[in-house]
């Protein structure tokens, strides 16, 4: 959990740069991303956001590599590059105004259940609270274009998460511990469909991820995880 | 383009946090480093992990035979100093499934490229090593069926994330087989991305 004092709408640049820093290393630590991949954004005014710069790694990042990015046309302020996403993330940002961060993840059972194209529905409980009523799956584009940018907004509408199609996640909240609490929920969502299914398809319903695995080498080849013919 | 410098101390260090992952197993098995005409291997020493150097084409040499495999692709392919052969398990799943993986995710198309074939053979065979080379052209990784996921790049960092995005792309294969299957990335597409990445990538190493 972060410092309060970062969560609320009303910080100066320098507390969101910090916060966007901690949050990129937030990302590695939890395993949402690797590299220099993912991006991740705070909305300063209703002008601007900072979002994370292309090509620095998350654990080199300053705050003062955090590039200022304008909602009108794009423009970034000083020397550093912004993300390649940033188009995204002012399309989110106008989609949804009461939304001020946004973390763009490559985790894993999201982006596996991606690939798949769905979307999914009726969610419940704790899930419906933190993501809403559904995770819609954005069509595929091209990383960095438009299209992927304005798709992604359009898919989002309604809920805090959306699937990118062959590519990752985008979480939103109204602050940035919210939108790691959709990360997090989602990641577990994604988890739970794939071994609901597999449940369905082998008729038992104490999935683990290793009985899936098992369940997947039988299904394809006739064989168990121990390379034994099943009957 | 300075390539990376590695000692025994340094591989030793990876080589432990890669068994921790569960990327390679407790013996570490499967991960080489090169430096130079110098093959840095792990070995068992009264049962702890420590690092053996080979000179490359030292064929008098006692090795366990996957080392021999490895010195034979590092003769072969120039750009590549680091090999891990990744235990993952949904990397395993898929070497033992025998088919080859398609690009599932933007990341995988990358870093691995247009796919991942599976090569069939006996490691304690010598032209086993050309079979893999062949899976090897325009990719970063190969399954070897029922052995793993065979990663290669030009340094330990690099041949890392190549483990990593393999496992991931190997998850998708699994988990959209019970969402009614996955959509791959168009062909063209994927050859693009990675022919963007590799420019980037080789335009940055330059740099």
Redesign the interface.
């Known amino acids: 959990m972060m410092d309060g004092r970062h969560q609320g709408y009303h910080m100066n640049e320098d507390e969101a740069r910090k916060l966007v820093v901690e949050s990129g290393l937030r990302l590695v630590r939890e395993g949402l991303v690797?590299?220099t991949?993912g991006n991740i954004s705070v909305r300063l005014d209703n002008q601007s956001f900072l979002i994370t710069p292309s090509?620095i790694s998350y654990e080199g990042m300053k705050p003062e590599n955090i590039v200022r990015v304008f909602m009108a046309d794009l423009r970034a302020e000083g020397p550093y590059k912004p993300s390649s996403e940033r188009a995204l993330h002012q399309e989110i940002y106008r989609e949804k105004p009461e939304i001020r961060a946004i973390i763009h993840t490559?985790q894993?059972?999201a982006?596996?259940?991606?690939?798949?194209?769905?979307s999914i529905e009726g969610l419940t409980g704790e899930m419906l609270k933190v993501i809403g009523p559904h995770v819609h799956t954005a069509p595929?584009a091209?990383?960095g274009t438009k299209k992927l940018a304005r798709s992604a907004a359009v898919s989002i509408k309604g809920s805090n998460a959306v699937l990118l199609?062959?590519?990752g996640a985008v979480c939103v909240g109204r602050n940035m511990d919210e939108a790691f609490r959709v990360s997090s929920a989602l990641e577990e969502l994604?988890a739970e469909?794939?071994k609901t299914?597999?449940a369905k398809?082998s008729g038992n319903d104490q999935m683990t991820?290793?009985r899936?695995?098992a369940l997947?080498?039988e299904?394809?080849?006739g064989?168990n995880?121990h390379?034994r013919r099943t009957a | 383009m300075a390539a990376e410098q590695h000692n025994e101390c340094s591989v030793k260090i990876c080589c432990e946090s890669l068994v921790r992952t569960g990327m390679i197993p407790a013996t570490a098995d499967g991960f080489s480093v090169r430096q130079g005409d110098c093959v840095f291997y792990p070995v068992l020493r009264n049962g702890a992990l420590d690092i053996a150097t080979l000179r490359l084409n030292d064929e008098s040499e006692q090795v366990p035979t996957w080392v021999r495999r490895h010195c034979e692709i590092y003769n072969r392919k120039k750009s590549i100093r680091v090999l891990i052969l990744s235990k993952l398990p949904y990397t395993m799943t898929c070497a033992r499934a025998g088919a080859s993986v398609p690009p599932l995710l933007d990341d995988f198309a990358q870093l691995v490229g247009v796919n991942a074939s599976v090569v069939h053979g006996d490691m304690e065979n010598a032209a086993f090593s050309g079979s893999i080379i062949k899976g090897l052209v325009w990719r970063n990784a190969v399954l070897i069926g029922e052995t793993g996921g065979l990663c290669t790049a030009g340094s330990i960092d690099d041949a890392l994330a190549v483990a990593q995005v393999l496992e991931k792309n190997c998850r998708a294969v699994v988990d959209t087989f019970f969402l009614g299957g996955g959509y791959p990335i168009n062909i063209l597409e994927a050859w693009l991305m990675r022919l963007v990445y590799r420019y980037k990538y080789s335009k940055k190493m330059a740099a």
């Open positions: 690797s590299r991949w090509g490559h894993t059972a982006s596996a259940v991606s690939a798949a194209r769905k595929y091209l990383p199609a062959n590519h994604c469909t794939v299914a597999a398809m991820e290793d899936v695995l997947y080498l299904l394809r080849t064989r995880g390379g």
